[in-house]
């Protein structure tokens, strides 16, 4: 079984998520499919069939946190020399012409929306060892881009 990476706030988003799942979700999408059944005939009850959706999505999500809980590795950055998992690290993007703050997580816990980006994508995977003040190269579906490392937390 691979481990999978992941930072300590990582996991523990993902046990509480996990959590809510178990204990609230997972009851109420039950207690939905019961009122549907009570309408009668499910062939053509819309809201029995929502229902079972939102139970697989559920289901399948809590399936997913468990697995991720129970292959985990810790990792925590442990200095600020060189880029590694769980570091925070500015960067200058020739392409943006700007500098972004990035926090290198595993794959499990990535959120381009919050600034996560997993050590699995090509920046991700090509800022690992870096050290502040080199250039990078990775390969995006548009070509080649390049980015200095500027700090390193």
Avoid at 107 to 122: F, H, M, V
């Amino acid at each position: 079984m691979d481990k999978i990476q992941i930072t300590g706030e990582g996991l523990e988003k993902a046990k509480a998520e996990l959590d809510d799942l178990v204990k609230k979700e997972r009851p109420r999408i039950i207690n939905r499919i019961k009122e549907a059944r009570e309408l009668g005939d499910l062939s053509e009850n819309f809201d029995y069939h929502d229902a079972k959706r939102e139970q697989g999505v559920v289901e399948s999500r809590i399936a997913e946190l468990k697995y991720i809980i129970e292959n985990a590795e810790l990792v925590e950055a442990k200095g600020a020399d060189i880029v590694q998992i769980g570091s925070k690290v500015t960067i200058f993007m020739e392409a943006l012409g700007a500098e972004m703050e990035y926090t290198i997580v595993g794959p499990a816990e990535s959120d381009i929306a919050k600034g996560k980006i997993s050590s699995d994508s090509p920046i991700g995977d090509a800022l690992l060892g870096a050290k502040t003040g080199e250039e990078i190269e990775y390969m995006t579906p548009g070509g080649k881009q390049k980015c200095i490392v500027r700090a390193i937390g």
